[in-house]
Each structure stands twice: as C-alpha cells, then as structure tokens.
C-alpha cells in the first residue's frame, strides 16, 4: 500500500495555490491557479493529476485518472522485465580433481557466466594442503580458469578465503577475456619427463 506521500494527488486533493498545466495532448496550458486548472479539467470530463510535485511550481496534467494509473502500470512493469538478477554461482574444485572432472565444472562455469552469473571458484584445501606456497595455489586456480570455454574477466582477484582460495569472475563482454600464460611451467614439466 502506498504512503501518503508516494500518493498521486488528483482534483481537489492538489493543495497549491498554481500549478503548471499540461494537457490532455502533452501540449503546455501554461501557469494558472489550481481552482482554475481542475475546473478546466472537469468541463473536459478528466482529471487535474499532480505528475511532478516537487517542480516549482508542480506541473499538473488534464487526463484521465484510469487511463493514468493503467499507463504508471504499464511502465513500471516494463522496468521490472528488463531488469536482469545476477546471482553468484559457487563451483568447487580440489588440488586433486581429475582432468575430465575440472574439464566438466569448466563447462559448468562458462554455462553460468553465459546465463548472465557470476561465478565463483573455490580450490577448496583441507588438511597439510592448507599450508602449501600461495604461488602454487594460485596458479592451480588459474589453470582451472584457462580451461573455462567462455571469455570472462576476474571481478573479485584471487584471494585467501576460509576454506582456502577463491576468486570472483564475470562474463567480459568485450571479448577480451582474461588468459594465463603457463608456457614457462610446461615447459619445465617437459624437461622433468
């Protein structure tokens, strides 16, 4: 129910002294005493409705009240539809989660981003796990992340979290994306076999 002051003054209910007055067509009546305006108003067979109030002086408009009220509705609902609600997805990975597992949550994730989501990423840590270098955590997250199939960019930057790390991405719209460069490691692993 709307307060008092959220409240669309109609007529008599208009208490002061001029209004600007707006016609029925959109066209501008000029200034004139409201007594003046809600008896033009009534020859007509409408309504003198306040549509801006705080204006100086407030501006009244000769139109039908039902008419009005269904137009107010009309444009509030269209507002509503073209909001969009992001949520924010959770994925979970672990230092020891298998290729084809990571491969699958990366699908997941850019399903997610391309449904207009943000999605978090956790490398979830338990135990010893927990007290292992940062650098290389990270860059365990951010070789999830350069498996993800969709262009996004990182909203909240890799962080520690409770659970162990986390980071917030959102879809990049630009294209650009985000990439990370494991050349260097790679070829380290070579080496090592």
């Known amino acids: 129910m709307p307060r008092d002051n959220d409240r669309v ?13 707006v016609g029925s067509e959109g066209e501008n009546l000029d200034i ?11 020859a007509l067979g409408l309504d ?7 204006a100086n002086p407030p501006v009244a408009k000769i ?20 909001q969009t ?42 135990g010893r796990y927990k007290y292992m270098d940062f650098k290389f955590l990270k860059e365990k997250l951010e070789r999830f992340l350069a498996i993800i199939p969709e262009s996004f960019k990182i909203a ?17 719209k630009t294209g650009k994306g985000t990439t990370f460069d494991f050349s260097l490691d790679d070829t380290r692993e070579k080496q090592r076999k």
């Open 48 to 54: 003198l409705i306040e549509i801006s109030p705080k």
């Open 156 to 172: 909240d930057e890799i962080k520690k979290s409770p659970k162990g790390l986390t980071v917030v991405i959102e879809l990049d």
């Open 9 to 21: 003054r109609i007529n008599e209910e208009i208490r002061v002294p001029e209004v600007r007055v």
């Open 63 to 82: 139109t039908d009240y039902g008419k009005y009220q269904y137009e107010a509705k009309k444009k509030a609902k269209e507002i509503k539809s073209k």
């Open 85 to 126: 609600k992001t949520e924010t997805k959770v994925a979970q990975v672990k230092i020891g989660t298998g290729e084809n597992d990571l491969k699958r949550k990366a699908d997941k994730v850019a399903q997610w981003l391309s449904n207009g989501h943000r999605a978090k990423v956790d490398l979830f840590l338990w």
């Open 32 to 42: 004139m005493p409201t007594s003046e305006a809600v008896a033009k108003a009534r």
